[in-house]
Structures are given as C-alpha cells and as structure tokens.
C-alpha cells in the first residue's frame, strides 16, 4: 500500500504549440531526503506546507508556508523534511532563458538570497502552476509560467528590467493572429520572433492594451464564438471542437467562468424559450 505521506507527482507541459517542455512537480514528503545533485535549470518552487531543508552553496537554507525557493542552474543542493510533519512544495524547472528574458545584458539573472518573501508572486505561481498541471493547453502554460518568471527576475534577482515601449498595435496584431487560427494557435515566441520582439515585450503589450493575457482573451473568444453555435442547435462537444476548445470539459471550464452557466445550461434555456 502505497504511502499518502510520500508522494511525488510530475506533469509535462508545452509552452506555446510544439514550443519547448516545461517539467512541473507536486511533491508531498515526510521522510524522504533529496541526495545532492543539480539541475541545468533553474528549480523555482513555492512551498505550501511544513518546512523544507535544503544544502545550498555551502550552507543550509529553511523555507517555510509561502516562501518561493530559486535554485540556480549547476548549484548542488540537496532537500528534506525539517520537522516531522514534513513538507508540501509545486517546483517547477525552467530554461535559463525564460528567466532572462525581459531583462538586459547577456548574463543570467542571479539570486543572491535563495529563499524569497513575495507573497503576492508566490501566490501566482502555486495557482498557475496548479491550472497548468491539471490542463497543461499550450498557450496558457505560454502566457503565463514566462510571465511569472520573467517578474520574478525582475523583482528578486541582479538583472536589469528592460521596459522598452511597444506600440499598441503589435497587441492588435497578435489579437487577429490568435482569432484567425483559434483551432491551432501560433506560439508566442513566434509570433514575437515575426515581430521583432522578445515574448515578453509581446506578453507586456498585449496585457497592457487588452486587459488580459493571450490565453485567457483567445478563451473569451472561443466562447463568444461557442455561444452562437449552441444557439444554433449543436451540442457542446461539437461547439467545443469547433472553437478549438481541447474537449467539452475545457469548454466548460471557461463558458463558466465567462458566462456563470455551464454550456448545457445555456443550450437547455435557449432551445426552452424558443419553444
């Protein structure tokens, strides 16, 4: 019988459509103790219960409740319980890269302090990676795990913002490349590489102008769109595929949020008042 106190769960996403992996952990231990090893990545995670030890450049670190932790890539560091109700942690591992962009300089950003006090950020991170982890769609994981980390660069680490303007119109233009390929929805990294622009620069544009990040406008717009075929008679699983919802269930998902019903609901109460 497998023990509930020890478990370890890993997820694979894709940010933006045949974009590059992402590896995401859901780890809960009470006795297990990590042996020293490094990653080529950067390990940042969020601790959401117990207390974490860690060996880290020749000391020894505690996180707690709330805390973000950054490994930096290369660094040997080792990780366990530090009190008997062992701990609880969301890590994800991430390509240098997606930390150093939005910055400036061709150095990687460098944390000097491991453990981090950011609520607010902290906060972001465990729910996006949570969303993710349970639906892994491509340009959600895109929009918003290169977002989290490029601010948390920014915040925390020794690099360099760079917040060089970008004009409105490029968040218009990558606005009519999502609707016109709403089944299959160009990366934003190419988009960005088309327009001459970092991903983050594209990211900054487009929630400045539109409100809202890439995933969750092209999400709204799948449901407008969605609506209009329920009103028309089809069922939601036919609605969804239409949209480039990946199945009735992530149409749910989102006519929800959007709308308050679900899309059964509202096709129910359409076809009742017409009749």
Do not use: C
């Given at each position: 019988m497998a023990d509930v106190r020890e478990q370890a769960r890993w997820t694979r996403a894709r940010l933006g459509r045949c974009g590059p992996a992402l590896d995401l952990l859901t780890a809960r231990f009470n006795r297990h103790e990590y042996a020293p090893h490094a990653h080529d990545e950067f390990t940042v995670g969020v601790t959401v219960g117990g207390l974490e030890t860690i060996a880290?450049?020749?000391g020894r670190i505690i996180s707690g409740p709330g805390s973000i932790v950054v490994l930096e890539p290369g660094e040997m560091h080792t990780g366990g319980p530090a009190a008997?109700?062992?701990?609880s942690y969301r890590a994800l591992y991430a390509a240098p890269a997606l930390l150093a962009d939005?910055?400036?300089?061709?150095?990687?950003?460098?944390?000097?302090?491991?453990?981090?006090?950011?609520?607010?950020?902290a906060v972001a991170l465990r729910r996006a990676h949570t969303d993710v982890s349970s639906f892994?769609?491509?340009?959600?994981a895109e929009s918003r795990i290169p977002w989290l980390l490029t601010t948390l660069a920014r915040r925390h680490s020794t690099a360099r913002a760079d917040d060089k303007a970008v004009p409105t119109a490029v968040a218009l233009a990558v606005r009519d490349r999502l609707a016109d390929q709403l089944l299959e929805p160009p990366s934003l990294a190419a988009l960005a590489a088309d327009l001459g622009l970092s991903r983050y620069q594209l990211l900054r544009a487009f929630r400045t102008t539109m409100g809202l990040?890439?995933?969750?406008?092209?999400?709204?717009?799948?449901?407008?769109?969605?609506?209009?075929?329920?009103?028309?008679g089809?069922?939601?699983a036919e609605a969804a595929a239409l949209v480039g919802f990946a199945d009735q269930a992530?149409?749910?998902r989102w006519f929800r949020r959007v709308l308050g019903v679900t899309p059964a609901a509202y096709r129910?109460?359409?076809?009742?008042?017409r009749r």
């Open positions: 880290y450049r020749g008997p109700e062992g701990y939005g910055t400036l300089g061709a150095a990687l950003p460098h944390f000097r302090d491991p453990v981090i006090d950011d609520p607010e950020l892994p769609d491509p340009l959600e990040p890439p995933y969750a406008w092209l999400a709204q717009y799948r449901v407008t769109r969605a609506r209009a075929l329920l009103e028309a089809l069922r939601p992530h149409l749910t129910n109460s359409v076809q009742d008042s």
